[in-house]
């Protein structure tokens, strides 16, 4: 099977840098990407690359050198589904948020819907790509809708679940640790493993049954999201003790069998993924009566959400029980640094227990704009979108946000908060001046030497 023309239907942070990557390094492949969203479609066409929909390190070079050439952006999902010899799937499966399994289980409803499309309008063989991560055993849904046509069309489905990690994607896309893809067809699977084969080597293309795939997808970021609240469990317990998080980290992560990496203690973890799969998981396991596989991974999420919360009490103590009318300087909104990309972070909770307290925030993020801090807020429903408006203020200058602050709360990790002048953003803050370092970024000398009191993240 030989892949000319290929169809991505979603546009977001997985199918967006996806598909650029593909067509760079792909020239002579023909890549569409749609969506139903226009305006999205729009800003990926727009001539000036700082308008593009995400920000990725390295994104827009690529866009703009593949853009035209053989990677297309389009509303036009029929045409494209039509053309293409290969689909990838790359919706967004939200957690449900009705009905059965409400709060738990991912919504498929996007995912049904592109099937139904694609059954109606393909006239010739197709391989679809299941690239959203997905329950386990969604491609016998997919199957059973695409195999339910009359129009003599052959299907072939796999599923290629994606690893890139937000604000590294390009890279990620470029060397990844390995490709995955599950499949019953080998010549399907074939198609599939010679495009990455083009820059990557043969001994990282994995391939294996579909619900492998499937699951390896889940168990992955289920397993690296409980290193991260395994690491804040003990944050909590640095911080009563006098040990140091950053060294316990250190120590554990010399040993071989544990690794250095995603030990980094932090006020908890967001994204898009995280939670959203865990409670997948954990959806799965109770619907085959697992209870205890279920219980088990639902602590991480559990731990993640004390996270949050404690920070956001720390803040409330230390300010003498009382942040009532006080104003709070956020810095960092986005779930973690060189992302645009703001979903589940944990920003979003900390202002909102923070609000709660009738404290005023001043937010500043050098990527997330106003209107997408107070989409945030207000899609949590805990109060009027009205007392939103006047509890926050965004700003597009720290310096601003910080200004008569009480406390400054950093809560992503963004390189150039570690750049500024704190002895100036000190020198208009109300004292004593307090910094909540929610990611361990800042040098807890130079600032107690300027005169902050200093609090961090299990310490
Ligand atoms: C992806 C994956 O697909 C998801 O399963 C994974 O767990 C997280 O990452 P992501 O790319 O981050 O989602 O989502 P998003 O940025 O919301 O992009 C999805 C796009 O699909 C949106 O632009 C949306 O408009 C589009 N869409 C959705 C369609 O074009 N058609 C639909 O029917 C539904
Ligand atoms: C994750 C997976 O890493 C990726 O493989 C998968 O495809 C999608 O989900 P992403 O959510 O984009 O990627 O970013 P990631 O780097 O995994 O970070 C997730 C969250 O954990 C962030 O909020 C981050 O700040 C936090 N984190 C990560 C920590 O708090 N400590 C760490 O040591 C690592």
């Keep these: 099977m030989q892949v000319k023309k290929i169809c991505c239907i979603g546009a977001g942070y997985v199918g967006g840098p996806t598909m650029s990557v593909i067509a760079r390094q792909c020239p002579d492949i023909q890549i569409t990407l749609v969506d139903m969203n226009a305006q999205r479609i729009a800003a990926w ?53 009705y009905g059965k399994g409400k709060g738990m289980a991912a919504d498929l409803k996007f995912i049904e819907l592109c099937a139904r499309q694609i059954a109606e309008v393909a006239r010739t063989d197709k391989i679809v790509v299941e690239k959203s991560t997905l329950p386990v055993r969604t491609a016998a849904a997919l199957k059973s809708i695409l195999h339910h046509t009359d129009s003599g069309v052959n299907f072939h489905i796999l599923s290629n679940p994606e690893f890139l990690a937000e604000g590294t994607a390009v890279q990620d896309l470029l060397n990844p640790d390995r490709v995955l893809i599950g499949g019953e067809e080998p010549e399907a699977v074939e198609a599939l493993a010679n495009i990455y084969a083009r820059w990557v080597s ?20 289920a397993f690296l ?87 956001a009490d720390r803040i409330v103590q230390t300010l003498f029980n009382t942040v009532s009318g006080k104003r709070i300087a956020i810095l960092g909104w986005a779930f973690k ?106 040098q807890r000398r130079e600032l107690e030497a300027l005169g902050f009191q200093y609090y961090a993240i299990g310490e």
């Excluded at 043969?202 to 970021?221: C, G, M, P, V």
């Excluded at 640094?337 to 925030?361: C, G, P």
């Excluded at 109300?430 to 800042?442: C, E, S, T, V």
């Design 225 to 311: 999201a409980q290193r991260v609240s395994s690491i804040n469990a003990i944050s909590e317990l640095c911080e009563k003790t006098g040990a140091n998080v950053e060294e316990v980290a250190k120590a554990i992560g010399m040993d071989s069998r544990i690794g250095p990496k995603f030990l980094k203690a932090s006020v908890g973890f967001g994204g898009s993924c995280f939670q959203k799969d865990i409670l997948n998981l954990v959806y799965i396991a109770r619907s085959y009566n697992l209870h205890e596989v279920a219980d088990y991974w639902e602590q991480v999420i559990i731990m993640n959400d004390h996270q949050k919360q404690r920070f």
């Design 202 to 221: 043969r001994d990282r293309i994995l391939t294996t049954n579909l619900w492998s795939s499937e699951l390896s997808k889940l168990t992955a970021n």
């Design 337 to 442: 640094k060189d992302t645009n990309d703001t979903r589940e972070s944990a920003a979003i909770y900390v202002a909102d227990h923070l609000l709660n307290e009738q404290a005023n925030i001043a937010a500043y993020d050098p990527k997330v704009p106003a209107e997408k801090v107070f989409m945030d807020l207000d899609q949590l429903n805990s109060r009027p979108a009205e007392e939103n408006k006047q509890q926050v203020s965004v700003y597009g200058d720290p310096y601003e946000a910080c200004k008569d602050a009480h406390a400054i709360a950093i809560l992503t990790e963004w390189d150039e908060f570690k750049t500024y002048d704190w002895a100036r953003i000190k020198a208009g803050m109300n004292k004593p001046a307090f910094i909540f370092d929610g990611r361990k970024l800042l």
């Design 45 to 97: 066409n727009d001539e000036n690359l700082d308008n593009l929909p995400i920000y990725e390190p390295g994104l827009a070079e690529i866009v703009a050198e593949a853009r035209g050439r053989n990677l297309f952006f389009s509303t036009a999902i029929r045409e494209a589904i039509d053309e293409a010899d290969m689909i990838f799937i790359s919706v967004n499966t939200p957690t449900k948020n």
